[in-house]
């Protein structure tokens, strides 16, 4: 009783809180990427209507040497590349940037042009059937319980025998194999070569980085690691599939809810870190106080490196270009790349 007063008082403070779960994150992002091999990462936006989407241009690609301004001919649908990272370095690119072999490339797209994105690359590959996981932790639990409500047929890979016995009763119906996955023969002997995705979970970068490069050796077709920090550009250019991060997916949710609690009027409705931190990709109410409403988007300037992406008009959600008009009670989706201004509000975009 003697806190109730107090209690009282933090709660008026702070009238919302946020409760996050890494490892719950972290499994439902790798779910995601496994629904669309080939995908490196996903972030939807619009109700789940337009998505960006990080893919790598390969030495077979499609996209190697292919000017952006030639890019809707080959994947044959509305797309628009918001970001390029290049040797490290993010780009906000233009319809003469040629994209070369290694580059990162983050596609905005339709949710439904997806599996027509994948397919005109070579990248759409068949359903995933039966994943392996290595590493018997918390975020394997979360995503296997996910994964087989689905279908898909679960493999755990755990060196602790403890945890392998507590595993088999809280899912009966994977198959854990207890064994030290740096031993070459155990990873051969449960047919990594004849999996549809590798997931390296274990809770050492190290190991799973060498089990994601054995893997991909062994042409496994989607391979997934975790890492605790995966902001290096020496990772990037790894061939470690996708890359999760528990870390930086919890802090991509606080800063979105810390954005909204900074000012709640006109403050952005999501926001997304993409280009190993160097982009951000925000999600927009267009209110009365919104400039700019009723013009088309080549009728006036923005700030460097600002991009407006999409703009859903009720349930229709358009890819944007000069042509578009936003209105409000629309959603418009802004990329700033490199910018050293936080935005804060859709009119902080303008110049």
Do not use: W
């Not at 496994?220 to 528990?246: D, E, M």
């Not at 990709?281 to 490196?305: I, Q, S, Y």
């Amino acid at each position: 009783p003697e806190y109730t007063e107090q209690i009282m008082t933090m709660r008026q403070t702070f009238p919302l809180s946020l409760t996050v779960n890494p490892e719950k994150l972290a499994a439902m992002e790798i779910e995601r990427l496994l629904k669309f091999p080939g995908f490196l990462r996903r972030e939807s936006f619009a109700k789940g209507r337009a998505e960006i989407v990080e893919l790598r241009v390969d030495s077979g690609s499609k996209l190697c040497n292919v000017r952006l301004m030639d890019l809707r001919s080959i994947v044959k649908c509305q797309v628009l590349v918001c970001a390029v990272l290049r040797d490290g370095n993010a780009f906000a690119p233009k319809g003469d940037f040629v994209l070369r072999e290694g580059d990162r490339i983050f596609v905005t797209a339709l949710s439904q042009n997806l599996t027509t994105l994948l397919k005109n690359l070579g990248l759409l590959t068949r359903r995933v059937r039966n994943v392996t996981i290595c590493g018997g932790g918390r975020i394997s639990y979360y995503l296997t319980k996910r994964l087989q409500k689905s279908g898909v047929s679960v493999k755990i890979l755990e060196k602790d025998y403890e945890r392998c016995r507590e595993l088999c009763e809280l899912l009966p119906d994977a198959d854990i194999i207890h064994g030290n996955i740096r031993e070459q023969d155990l990873l051969e002997s449960e047919g990594i070569s004849k999996t549809d995705a590798l997931v390296s979970l274990t809770g050492s970068d190290e190991l799973n980085t060498i089990v994601s490069l054995y893997g991909v050796s062994r042409n496994v077709p989607q391979v997934i690691t975790k890492l605790r920090y995966a902001g290096s550009s020496v990772l990037g250019n790894l061939s470690l599939g996708s890359i999760i991060c528990p870390r930086e997916l919890v802090c991509s949710n606080i800063v979105r809810y810390v954005r909204a609690m900074e000012n709640q009027t006109g403050a952005a409705i999501s926001v997304h870190t993409i280009a190993d931190g160097q982009a951000e990709a925000m999600e927009f109410l267009v209110d009365e106080h919104t400039r700019n409403c009723g013009k088309p988007l080549k009728e006036f300037k923005l700030k460097p490196n600002i991009l407006v992406v999409s703009i859903s008009h009720g349930a229709n959600t358009e890819i944007a270009n000069g042509n578009s008009v936003f209105q409000k009670g629309d959603i418009v989706v802004v990329v700033d790349s490199n910018s050293r201004e936080i935005i804060r509000q859709l009119n902080d975009i303008f110049a």
